[in-house]
């Protein structure tokens, strides 16, 4: 049996060379099962007897500072390593199961910022998302579910205003994903007492133009937030939501008065990452096409401004909301009538419209 560290080393770098975003060690009744998430496609990759994988699991834990003995509750953690000289961050989460525990690894590597034309599947939303960016102050948010691609979206804007705008940039990250030289980076770190919120307030000293906030994760942050966004900056973040509208209702819900958030938000993105169709194949893979589990990916957008979001304001206020603008489902649809994509990503991605 080999050594612990380098059975850790091994998955890792397996793990970055496959391009997978998460792996997946999972107990089962007699030995640990190994699984790498990629592109949305969860791989086998090994099996570990059960005491080696014991191992394994309190290596990882002691690396990330979490505690070794305990196995009752959930824990997280994170540290970087180096692997084929990139630099990787990797976030640690486990799961008490019913006779041990499961542990799941976020690769997170350093990765080269998108110029604009090359983000969106389609031209003209590249175009829009930067008029709002020149904003001089407002509340901008992205949403979508983890992997969605809202991250890079944000790094390849947030480089744009630096370089070609000339604008301050502060972000506040948790963790950092891309070390950039065109922005001042903090790292959240809520043991030390740096929290989303108390960032936010020590940022606004700093004459910013623009501030990017990771996550809008509780109420205390929306406000800072929209206060942020009152006092003239751009305040730009994320949010968990299904869709553009669910971002305005949720802030709502955070305890923001609907008057400050007429006030404040400028615009709404929700986005998807399509796999587009096999550059080898031409369309459906077969099980022997390199390119299975590796096919190239774009994101479309669901963009919320202008009218189209004062009548979403009109609609809170209980009033009739104009006619509906082009959502997600419009904008998969277009995808997949030009080629790009394959059906199945329309059926993967519109759940909410299957009974329609």
């Known amino acids: 049996m080999e050594p612990i560290e380098i059975t850790a080393d091994r998955i890792l770098t397996a793990g970055l060379r496959q391009q997978a975003s998460d792996i997946h060690i999972i107990p089962r009744k007699d030995d640990f099962q190994v699984q790498l998430r990629i592109a949305n496609h969860l791989i086998h990759y090994e099996v570990l007897p059960h005491k080696h994988a014991l191992r394994l699991l309190s290596h990882f834990k002691f690396l990330a500072s979490m505690d070794i003995g305990e196995k009752r509750r959930p824990q997280s953690g994170s540290f970087s390593v180096t692997i084929d000289s990139t630099q990787v961050g990797l976030r640690f989460s486990t799961l ?54 809202k991250t890079t979206t944000l790094y390849s804007l947030l480089n744009h205003a630096s370089e070609f705008i000339n604008r301050n940039v502060i972000t506040l990250e948790d963790p950092i994903e891309n070390h950039s030289e065109q922005a ?41 937030a929209v206060r942020a966004a009152l006092t003239g900056h751009l305040i ?24 400050e958030v007429q006030q404040t938000l400028i615009g709404v993105t929700a986005q998807r990452l399509l796999e587009l169709t096999c550059p080898s194949c031409g369309g459906a893979c077969k099980k022997t096409c390199s390119s299975r589990f590796r096919k190239p990916r774009a994101s479309v957008y669901e963009l919320l401004y202008g009218k189209n979001l004062a009548a979403v304001f009109a609609e809170a206020k209980g009033k009739s ?20 994509v394959e059906e199945r990503e329309f059926y993967r991605w519109v759940y909410e419209y299957e009974n329609q």
């Open 184 to 224: 001042l980076q903090v790292q959240i770190n809520e043991k030390a007492g740096i929290t989303y919120s108390v960032g936010l307030k020590a940022a606004l000293r700093h004459d910013p133009d623009i501030i990017m906030v990771g996550e809008i994760r509780d109420a205390e942050t929306a406000k800072i």
């Open 96 to 149: 008490p199961t019913a006779n041990t525990e499961s542990l799941v690894i976020r690769l997170i590597p350093q990765q080269q910022i998108l110029p604009l034309d090359q983000m969106s599947l389609f031209p003209k939303t590249v175009s829009k998302l930067m008029a709002l960016l020149k904003h001089s102050h407002g509340l901008l948010i992205f949403t979508g579910p983890t992997g969605s691609g």
């Open 236 to 259: 730009l973040s994320t949010m968990h939501t299904r869709d553009t509208k669910g971002a305005v209702y949720r802030l709502l819900e955070f305890g923001v008065s609907l008057q």
């Open 321 to 340: 909301s104009s006619k509906g603008f082009r959502v997600l489902k419009d904008e998969i649809n277009k995808a997949v009538a030009l080629g790009y």
